[in-house]
């Protein structure tokens, strides 16, 4: 059955936080808009049969995808868009994105980990409840090289956050390119080179074939010993397996993990017992729906001009 024309623009809204985005909806002017919303696929089954525009969770949006008879246009609601860039899934529809909202949560998680381990903040903790005065020696982040894989828009917040404490910023990405605030910027070709002049690594890759166990043994062999890691991309990024072998083998000081490669990660991972990993459950940088309304407003308004939408992710490349 094909889809009838209509005046009128029909929105899906499929989210957990449903309410919340339908309650924050009903607070902006959305010329020829109709608004329905739900928190799961299975309630959202028919109305996304006439909807032409989507508002929702990849990975709940995904599931219903193929029943979608007069799609356009979908807005995600997360930055990661990986169930909707799969193979076989669907593209005859525009996909756009989130950007410019989680790059200052992921600085805020990044450097209060960072900050905490230089100033030796879990170590003074257990000290004090053992009512022990032991003073801790700690370095200045001034001089610190920070290396940043995945320059996007959360990288080179990354990067003028670490300007700000005096840190050397240097980057690694895909394709060579100048980037304010970054010293060099490496390619594939010299991981190694990078890997051997950080303090400090932080991933924020996307989910794509290209960076599927960029990080393995190997690397972590070119890696400083005092060296850690914070993933606050995609845990298909690390090799799980060879990041647990070293910091078993002290190859490097600390890994903090906000992604997995299993999520929730499995209680037998041997990840939660090591001393020198320090994990949180996937919210480094969360999507508060007032922000993404904000996008979609803005996207929407350009839609009804037949504008290009903000955003716009490439489904071969999953960004």
Not at 176 to 191: H, K, M, Q, T
């Amino acid at each position: 059955m094909r889809c009838k024309k209509k005046t009128m623009k029909n929105l899906l809204v499929l989210s957990a936080k449903a309410d919340d985005y339908f309650n924050l909806l009903q607070e902006y002017n959305f010329p020829e808009l109709e608004i329905v919303a739900y928190s799961s696929e299975d309630e959202a089954r028919r109305s996304i049969r006439s909807s032409n525009i989507v508002l929702g969770e990849p990975l709940l949006v995904a599931k219903i995808l193929h029943e979608a008879r007069c799609l356009e246009w979908v807005q995600s609601t997360f930055a990661g868009v990986a169930a909707l860039c799969a193979e076989g899934i669907r593209r005859d529809y525009i996909l756009t994105g989130v950007k410019g909202i989680h790059g200052p949560l992921m600085g805020e998680y990044v450097f209060a980990y960072i900050l905490a381990i230089e100033r030796h903040l879990f170590e003074t903790k257990e000290n004090q409840t053992a009512k022990a005065w032991i003073d801790m020696p700690y370095r200045s982040l001034n001089g610190l090289t920070l290396g940043i894989a995945g320059l996007g828009s959360i990288g080179k917040q990354l990067a003028k956050t670490a300007l700000h404490f005096g840190m050397r910023v240097v980057g690694f990405k895909r394709t060579p390119a100048e980037i304010p605030g970054v010293e060099r910027v490496f390619d594939g070709s010299s991981l190694g080179e990078f890997l051997g002049l950080l303090d400090y690594l932080v991933l924020v890759l996307p989910r794509t074939a290209a960076t599927n166990g960029l990080v393995d043994y190997e690397a972590f062999k070119k890696m400083k010993s005092s060296a850690v890691i914070i993933n606050v991309g995609r845990g298909n990024a690390i090799v799980e397996a060879d990041l647990i072998r070293a910091l078993k083998n002290r190859l490097i000081r600390a890994a903090v993990l906000d992604v997995f490669e299993e999520e929730p990660l499995p209680a037998d991972s041997c990840l939660w017992g090591l001393t020198n990993a320090f994990i949180t459950p996937h919210n480094a940088a969360l999507s508060f729906p007032r922000d993404i309304i904000q996008i979609f407003y803005k996207n929407y308004q350009r839609f009804l001009e037949n504008k290009p939408l903000y955003y716009v992710v490439d489904f071969k490349r999953g960004y």
